[in-house]
């Protein structure tokens, strides 16, 4: 399978496994995350982490200034993940443009929106924003 | 960008369907498939054999772009007039909702209604999954993989990489272990005719029964019922726990389609690390 087919499959099934009844713990997102925020950095990443509840990616991202500012996003779940292929196409030690909803305590922790890997290509994880027309 | 979606969406409808399909089905809110035509299978013995893998495995068959870039967005509802209106917002509280939608509730004796209600209002600090414990019996839910012997069925589950192994040769409770404080607690399975009931005691009271807060105590009793119809599995257990409950508890049916596929397989679940924990501020769930 190719990654980026695999990518999308792993979309779909994170999809389809937040569809179905609820059968585990869960919080709600925003009483985590500034879902109406968007942030961005450029950062080198540094770790992959295959964890439940959800996946984590590690980053680190050099200032102007040359100080070092870590960062941690979190997405799917590895199951959902595993299930289509996904593990190794996230390549450590290589700069990804990350976009995210900012964590509500002012942590460098964030949902992922998208990540823009060296390839150039993007992978957008997110939800709808219920008020573009486009999704109505 | 709007055929892109609408592709997307297209396809992910597709994967919803197939999972849904084969994983978790409240028996409120799904029939069971169409089996009238599959007879039940049955050991050498002559008993209901429940073997069989009875979730999915996921996937799918979505496509890139052209420029080979993927966009998938969780659909949620749109937001009423005034309404708070951010992605995920509608989606996570409308999670919450549907779990308090439930009307079949467990009893508690009036003592016990404010713990409830902090836990329930605390959840999203005092969720022993939030805290990467296991869920236990029975918010565990129903197998996802059954072998079965002669004297044994052994339960796999994918979360958490969990077993149960139940002894169904007509033993009582090991006088140890029923003492003991487990999360799936000392279980011994005896047939009712082609419904095979499990008896469980010995857990921990650091599980819930459920979402909304539902405490037990260490002295439970959960009674499973297992049944096959053709390709349905039908799952219900009623938790039996006086010092707390009014009244034993019944939970809604679970009922899963047998995974038709011979090659699926459960794999191995990964550890659990409650990062989120640090970082919740707020009280509201979904």
Not at chain 1, 87 to 99: A, C, D, K, S, W
Not at chain 1, 111 to 126: A, E, H, N, Q, S
Not at chain 2, 56 to 70: A, C, H, M, R, V
Not at chain 2, 208 to 213: I, N, Q, T, V, Y
Request: net charge neutral; with cysteine; aromatic share 8%.
């Amino acid at each position: 399978m190719k990654p980026w087919t695999a990518c999308s499959v792993l979309a779909a099934v994170v999809l389809a496994l937040s569809t179905a009844p609820p059968a585990v713990a869960h919080h709600a997102i925003q009483a985590e995350y500034e879902m109406g925020q968007t942030k961005g950095f450029t950062g080198v990443m540094t770790r992959f982490a295959m964890i439940n509840p959800h996946c984590r990616w590690f980053f680190e991202e050099t200032k102007a200034d040359g100080t070092k500012v870590t960062w941690e996003m979190s997405g799917a779940g590895p199951q959902a993940l595993r299930a289509a292929g996904l593990v190794r196409i996230f390549q450590i030690g290589q700069p990804y443009e990350v976009t995210f909803a900012p964590a509500k305590n002012g942590a460098n922790v964030g949902r992922v929106r998208t990540m823009k890997g060296p390839d150039g290509k993007v992978i957008t994880l997110f939800h709808e924003d219920p008020t573009d027309p486009l999704n109505n | 960008m709007m055929l892109r979606r609408i592709r997307t969406s297209t396809s992910i409808a597709a994967v919803v369907a197939a999972t849904l399909w084969l994983t978790t089905a409240d028996a409120t809110t799904q029939q069971p498939a169409s089996n009238g035509n599959v007879a039940t299978p049955r050991t050498a013995d002559g008993k209901v054999d429940f073997s069989g893998m009875w979730v999915g495995t996921g996937g799918g068959d979505l496509k890139p772009d052209e420029s080979g870039n993927i966009t998938v967005l969780s659909r949620g509802r749109p937001c009423h007039p005034g309404q708070e209106c951010k992605p995920a917002i509608n989606f996570e509280r409308d999670s919450g909702v549907r779990q308090r939608m439930n009307p079949n509730l467990p009893r508690y004796k009036p003592e016990h209604w404010a713990r409830v209600e902090d836990l329930d209002v605390n959840g999203n600090f005092k969720d022993p999954e939030i805290k990467c414990y296991p869920a236990g019996l029975p918010r565990m839910g129903a197998p996802g993989k059954i072998v079965q012997t002669p004297t044994e069925l052994i339960f796999l589950y994918a979360s958490h990489n969990t077993f149960r192994v139940i002894p169904i040769d007509g033993r009582d409770h090991d006088p140890i272990r029923s003492q003991d404080l487990l999360y799936y607690g000392d279980s011994i399975g005896k047939w009712e005719g082609d419904t095979l009931v499990i008896d469980s005691v010995g857990f921990t009271d650091e599980t819930w029964l459920a979402w909304p807060g539902y405490f037990h105590t260490n002295n439970m009793r959960v009674v499973e019922r297992l049944t096959r119809q053709g390709n349905t599995l039908t799952w219900q257990a009623t938790v039996h726990d006086p010092e707390v409950l009014m009244e034993p508890w019944t939970m809604n049916p679970v009922r899963r389609n047998l995974n038709p596929n011979p090659k699926a397989l459960l794999v191995e679940d990964l550890p659990c690390e409650s990062r989120d924990s640090a970082h919740i501020v707020t009280r509201e769930r979904g």
